[in-house]
């Protein structure tokens, strides 16, 4: 399966973007999906997770309240909605698919395909 990253850009403190992530290739309706990011010097970190019927949803603590991730299997996308962005939410955006999904969601070996980054950078 191929992902492509998308939405991402400059923000000011406090506002919003969607990132989307179109699929193609093997059927995306029976895929999880996730969110990671990476700031500069740091390690990839965990930021959601949603299963293929979109009845199990994950955040990493530091996102919850803030961003929303969702799919649509009709269109093959996946979603990452934030908001109240902050300037530590700069990092390069990936998002991933699994084949399984299991209690390790925030590792980044649960996943088995991953799309091109899309950096979003929050201005102060």
């Known amino acids: 399966v191929q992902l492509q990253a998308s939405g991402g850009g400059l923000v000011q403190d406090g506002g919003s973007l969607r990132l989307s992530c179109a699929a193609s290739?093997?059927?995306?309706?029976?895929?999880?999906m996730g969110w990671f990011r990476q700031a500069p010097g740091k390690e990839r970190e965990f930021v959601a997770t949603?299963?293929?019927?979109?009845?199990?949803?994950y955040y990493a603590n530091s996102v919850k309240g803030r961003f929303t991730i969702s799919r649509d299997n009709a269109k093959n996308t996946g979603y990452l909605q934030m908001n109240s962005l902050k300037p530590e939410d700069t990092a390069v955006y990936y998002c991933?698919?699994?084949?399984?999904?299991?209690?390790?969601?925030?590792?980044?070996?649960?996943?088995?395909?991953w799309g091109q980054g899309t950096q979003v950078t929050v201005s102060s």
């Open positions: 949603i299963n293929w019927s979109s009845r199990n949803i």
């Open positions: 991933c698919a699994a084949r399984r999904l299991t209690g390790s969601y925030a590792r980044l070996t649960e996943y088995d395909y």
């Open positions: 290739g093997r059927t995306f309706s029976s895929l999880h």
